[in-house]
Protein backbone atom coordinates (compact mmCIF):
# COMPACT_ATOMS: atom_id res chain seq x y z
CA UNK A 1 0.00 0.00 0.00
CA UNK A 2 0.91 3.38 -0.49
CA UNK A 3 0.62 6.42 2.17
CA UNK A 4 0.70 10.02 1.41
CA UNK A 5 1.38 12.45 3.95
CA UNK A 6 -0.28 15.31 2.65
CA UNK A 7 0.44 17.57 5.86
CA UNK A 8 4.01 17.43 4.35
CA UNK A 9 3.84 16.57 1.05
CA UNK A 10 3.05 19.22 -1.70
CA UNK A 11 4.21 16.27 -4.23
CA UNK A 12 3.81 12.91 -4.36
CA UNK A 13 4.99 9.74 -6.63
CA UNK A 14 2.84 6.71 -7.21
CA UNK A 15 5.59 4.19 -8.20
CA UNK A 16 3.03 1.48 -8.37
CA UNK A 17 2.10 0.64 -11.99
CA UNK A 18 -1.64 -0.69 -11.93
CA UNK A 19 -5.08 -0.30 -12.47
CA UNK A 20 -6.30 1.75 -9.57
CA UNK A 21 -3.40 2.09 -8.04
CA UNK A 22 -4.66 4.80 -5.65
CA UNK A 23 -8.04 5.72 -5.26
CA UNK A 24 -10.20 7.95 -2.74
CA UNK A 25 -13.51 6.10 -1.35
CA UNK A 26 -16.13 6.01 1.17
CA UNK A 27 -15.39 2.42 2.17
CA UNK A 28 -13.17 -0.40 1.00
CA UNK A 29 -15.64 -1.91 -0.88
CA UNK A 30 -17.53 0.91 -2.54
CA UNK A 31 -16.72 2.69 -6.42
CA UNK A 32 -13.74 4.74 -5.71
CA UNK A 33 -14.62 8.61 -5.70
CA UNK A 34 -11.36 9.04 -7.45
CA UNK A 35 -9.16 6.89 -8.51
CA UNK A 36 -5.91 6.77 -10.20
CA UNK A 37 -4.47 4.55 -13.38
CA UNK A 38 -0.68 4.59 -12.84
CA UNK A 39 -0.46 1.94 -15.95
CA UNK A 40 -2.06 3.85 -18.29
CA UNK A 41 -2.09 7.50 -17.09
CA UNK A 42 -5.69 7.77 -16.20
CA UNK A 43 -7.96 9.76 -13.72
CA UNK A 44 -11.19 7.88 -13.25
CA UNK A 45 -14.18 9.81 -11.61
CA UNK A 46 -17.10 6.99 -10.14
CA UNK A 47 -14.95 4.04 -11.55
CA UNK A 48 -11.98 2.21 -10.85
CA UNK A 49 -10.45 1.50 -14.60
CA UNK A 50 -10.86 4.74 -16.67
CA UNK A 51 -10.85 3.84 -20.30
CA UNK A 52 -9.73 7.52 -21.21
CA UNK A 53 -7.40 10.08 -19.94
CA UNK A 54 -10.22 11.37 -17.94
CA UNK A 55 -13.11 8.93 -17.33
CA UNK A 56 -16.30 9.88 -15.89
CA UNK A 57 -19.12 7.33 -14.59
CA UNK A 58 -22.43 7.51 -12.97
CA UNK A 59 -22.77 10.52 -13.00
CA UNK A 60 -22.99 14.05 -14.51
CA UNK A 61 -19.92 16.82 -14.89
CA UNK A 62 -21.14 20.45 -15.18
CA UNK A 63 -18.95 22.77 -16.62
CA UNK A 64 -19.91 26.77 -15.71
CA UNK A 65 -18.10 29.86 -16.63
CA UNK A 66 -18.34 33.47 -17.17
CA UNK A 67 -19.14 35.77 -19.52
CA UNK A 68 -15.64 36.56 -20.61
CA UNK A 69 -14.16 33.23 -20.08
CA UNK A 70 -15.18 29.92 -21.82
CA UNK A 71 -16.87 27.01 -20.05
CA UNK A 72 -15.30 24.12 -21.88
CA UNK A 73 -12.61 24.31 -24.57
CA UNK A 74 -11.01 21.27 -26.76
CA UNK A 75 -8.06 22.03 -28.58
CA UNK A 76 -8.29 19.20 -31.00
CA UNK A 77 -11.64 17.69 -30.82
CA UNK A 78 -14.75 16.93 -28.60
CA UNK A 79 -16.25 13.50 -28.55
CA UNK A 80 -19.81 13.00 -26.88
CA UNK A 81 -21.57 9.69 -26.48
CA UNK A 82 -21.38 6.40 -27.36
CA UNK A 83 -18.53 4.17 -27.61
CA UNK A 84 -16.33 5.93 -29.51
CA UNK A 85 -18.00 9.31 -29.09
CA UNK A 86 -20.01 9.21 -32.33
CA UNK A 87 -23.06 10.79 -31.21
CA UNK A 88 -21.51 13.84 -31.36
CA UNK A 89 -18.21 14.72 -32.85
CA UNK A 90 -16.65 18.14 -32.72
CA UNK A 91 -13.91 18.31 -35.32
CA UNK A 92 -10.84 20.84 -35.02
CA UNK A 93 -11.94 22.18 -38.22
CA UNK A 94 -15.25 23.14 -36.71
CA UNK A 95 -17.33 20.69 -38.57
CA UNK A 96 -19.95 19.13 -36.37
CA UNK A 97 -21.22 15.71 -36.93
CA UNK A 98 -23.79 13.73 -35.84
CA UNK A 99 -23.53 9.63 -36.27
CA UNK A 100 -19.94 10.29 -37.50
CA UNK A 101 -16.62 10.52 -36.46
CA UNK A 102 -15.52 12.27 -39.62
CA UNK A 103 -17.90 15.26 -40.72
CA UNK A 104 -17.17 16.87 -44.22
CA UNK A 105 -18.86 19.51 -43.56
CA UNK A 106 -20.36 21.92 -41.22
CA UNK A 107 -23.44 19.87 -40.23
CA UNK A 108 -22.65 16.05 -41.31
CA UNK A 109 -25.28 13.58 -39.92
CA UNK A 110 -24.82 10.01 -40.99
CA UNK A 111 -27.34 7.37 -39.84
CA UNK A 112 -28.25 3.90 -40.51
CA UNK A 113 -31.49 3.05 -41.84
CA UNK A 114 -34.93 5.71 -41.59
CA UNK A 115 -33.33 7.65 -38.45
CA UNK A 116 -32.12 10.57 -40.57
CA UNK A 117 -34.65 13.45 -39.21
CA UNK A 118 -33.89 16.75 -38.16
CA UNK A 119 -37.38 17.98 -35.63
CA UNK A 120 -38.02 21.25 -34.37
CA UNK A 121 -40.43 21.48 -31.82
CA UNK A 122 -42.54 23.92 -30.44
CA UNK A 123 -43.72 23.05 -26.91
CA UNK A 124 -46.88 26.15 -26.36
CA UNK A 125 -49.86 23.79 -25.94
CA UNK A 126 -51.78 26.62 -27.86
CA UNK A 127 -50.28 27.49 -31.21
CA UNK A 128 -52.48 29.37 -33.80
CA UNK A 129 -50.08 31.78 -35.43
CA UNK A 130 -46.22 30.82 -33.74
CA UNK A 131 -43.54 29.83 -36.00
CA UNK A 132 -42.61 26.35 -35.64
CA UNK A 133 -39.16 26.36 -36.85
CA UNK A 134 -37.11 28.00 -39.47
CA UNK A 135 -33.54 27.65 -41.51
CA UNK A 136 -31.99 31.19 -41.77
CA UNK A 137 -28.75 32.23 -44.38
CA UNK A 138 -26.82 34.96 -43.26
CA UNK A 139 -24.11 36.71 -44.82
CA UNK A 140 -21.49 39.29 -44.31
CA UNK A 141 -21.12 41.31 -46.89
CA UNK A 142 -20.06 44.53 -46.89
CA UNK A 143 -22.13 46.29 -49.53
CA UNK A 144 -24.78 48.63 -48.78
CA UNK A 145 -28.16 46.39 -47.60
CA UNK A 146 -25.81 43.30 -48.16
CA UNK A 147 -25.52 41.74 -44.79
CA UNK A 148 -27.45 39.71 -42.33
CA UNK A 149 -30.24 37.27 -43.17
CA UNK A 150 -30.46 37.28 -46.81
CA UNK A 151 -33.09 34.10 -47.06
CA UNK A 152 -35.35 32.16 -45.19
CA UNK A 153 -37.33 28.96 -44.75
CA UNK A 154 -40.24 28.91 -42.24
CA UNK A 155 -42.64 26.69 -40.90
CA UNK A 156 -45.60 28.65 -39.75
CA UNK A 157 -48.63 27.74 -37.94
CA UNK A 158 -52.02 29.12 -39.78
CA UNK A 159 -54.60 28.08 -37.48
CA UNK A 160 -55.39 26.18 -34.41
CA UNK A 161 -55.89 22.79 -35.98
CA UNK A 162 -52.88 22.49 -36.46
CA UNK A 163 -52.38 24.04 -39.66
CA UNK A 164 -49.07 25.02 -41.21
CA UNK A 165 -47.65 26.52 -44.35
CA UNK A 166 -43.98 26.70 -45.83
CA UNK A 167 -43.18 30.41 -46.10
CA UNK A 168 -40.59 30.96 -48.36
CA UNK A 169 -38.44 34.29 -48.12
CA UNK A 170 -36.13 35.96 -49.50
CA UNK A 171 -34.29 40.27 -48.95
CA UNK A 172 -34.79 42.05 -52.25
CA UNK A 173 -32.26 43.97 -54.18
CA UNK A 174 -30.81 46.95 -51.60
CA UNK A 175 -32.93 45.58 -48.45
CA UNK A 176 -32.54 44.15 -45.27
CA UNK A 177 -35.79 43.14 -44.65
CA UNK A 178 -36.83 39.78 -45.69
CA UNK A 179 -39.89 39.46 -47.68
CA UNK A 180 -42.38 36.26 -48.54
CA UNK A 181 -41.98 34.93 -52.44
CA UNK A 182 -43.50 31.81 -51.93
CA UNK A 183 -45.69 29.87 -49.52
CA UNK A 184 -47.20 26.00 -49.49
CA UNK A 185 -49.91 25.81 -47.68
CA UNK A 186 -51.51 23.20 -45.43
CA UNK A 187 -53.55 22.44 -48.07
CA UNK A 188 -51.33 22.04 -50.63
CA UNK A 189 -51.68 25.03 -52.79
CA UNK A 190 -48.74 26.85 -53.81
CA UNK A 191 -48.63 30.58 -53.85
CA UNK A 192 -46.16 32.94 -55.70
CA UNK A 193 -46.47 36.31 -55.04
CA UNK A 194 -49.43 35.53 -52.80
CA UNK A 195 -49.73 34.67 -49.51
CA UNK A 196 -53.38 33.24 -49.89
CA UNK A 197 -53.30 30.81 -52.95
CA UNK A 198 -56.65 29.63 -54.17
CA UNK A 199 -55.78 26.78 -56.49
CA UNK A 200 -52.72 24.47 -56.88
CA UNK A 201 -50.70 27.08 -58.25
CA UNK A 202 -51.26 31.01 -57.95
CA UNK A 203 -49.08 33.32 -59.44
CA UNK A 204 -49.61 37.31 -58.64
CA UNK A 205 -47.71 40.08 -59.81
CA UNK A 206 -46.93 42.81 -57.06
CA UNK A 207 -49.03 45.77 -57.35
CA UNK A 208 -49.91 47.03 -60.67
CA UNK A 209 -47.03 44.57 -62.11
CA UNK A 210 -48.11 42.11 -64.70
CA UNK A 211 -47.36 38.19 -64.10
CA UNK A 212 -45.37 36.18 -66.76
CA UNK A 213 -44.44 32.38 -66.72
CA UNK A 214 -41.64 31.89 -69.11
CA UNK A 215 -41.63 28.38 -70.16
CA UNK A 216 -38.40 27.27 -72.67
CA UNK A 217 -37.34 25.32 -75.15
CA UNK A 218 -36.02 25.89 -78.30
CA UNK A 219 -35.48 22.91 -79.96
CA UNK A 220 -38.67 21.86 -79.36
CA UNK A 221 -42.12 23.40 -78.35
CA UNK A 222 -43.30 24.03 -74.50
CA UNK A 223 -46.89 23.40 -74.24
CA UNK A 224 -49.13 24.95 -71.10
CA UNK A 225 -52.19 22.00 -71.06
CA UNK A 226 -55.41 22.42 -69.59
CA UNK A 227 -57.68 19.45 -69.58
CA UNK A 228 -61.42 19.96 -69.21
CA UNK A 229 -63.58 18.79 -66.26
CA UNK A 230 -64.95 16.18 -66.53
CA UNK A 231 -64.60 14.87 -70.12
CA UNK A 232 -60.94 15.14 -69.27
CA UNK A 233 -59.87 16.31 -73.01
CA UNK A 234 -56.48 18.38 -73.58
CA UNK A 235 -56.59 21.84 -74.47
CA UNK A 236 -52.96 22.80 -75.37
CA UNK A 237 -51.07 26.17 -75.93
CA UNK A 238 -47.77 27.39 -77.32
CA UNK A 239 -45.88 29.48 -78.97
CA UNK A 240 -44.30 27.82 -82.50
CA UNK A 241 -41.04 27.99 -83.85
CA UNK A 242 -42.05 31.36 -86.08
CA UNK A 243 -43.27 32.71 -82.42
CA UNK A 244 -46.55 32.43 -83.32
CA UNK A 245 -49.55 31.86 -80.89
CA UNK A 246 -50.86 28.32 -81.59
CA UNK A 247 -54.36 27.10 -79.71
CA UNK A 248 -55.15 23.75 -80.50
CA UNK A 249 -56.56 20.30 -79.00
CA UNK A 250 -54.15 18.66 -80.43
CA UNK A 251 -50.18 17.68 -80.16
CA UNK A 252 -47.32 20.51 -79.35
CA UNK A 253 -46.20 21.01 -83.14
CA UNK A 254 -43.26 23.10 -83.88
Known sequence: STIIDIRQLATTTISTSTINA?????????????????????????????????SVQAGNVQVTGTTTSHALV????????????????????G???????????????????????IRFENTQTTITTEGYGSIEWEGQDGSSNANGVRAELEVLATGANGQADFRFLSAPLGSVTLAEFMRITSSGNVGIGTTSPVGLLSVQGAGSASTTLIFGGKANPTCMTWYSVPSGLPFREYVNDSGVKVINAGQCMP
Do not use: C, E
Open 74 to 93: ATSTLMVGGTTGSSLYVAQS
Open 95 to 117: NVGIGTTNPDQKLHISHAGADGT
Open 22 to 54: FSFANSSSSIPLLSFDTLNARLGVGTATPGSLL
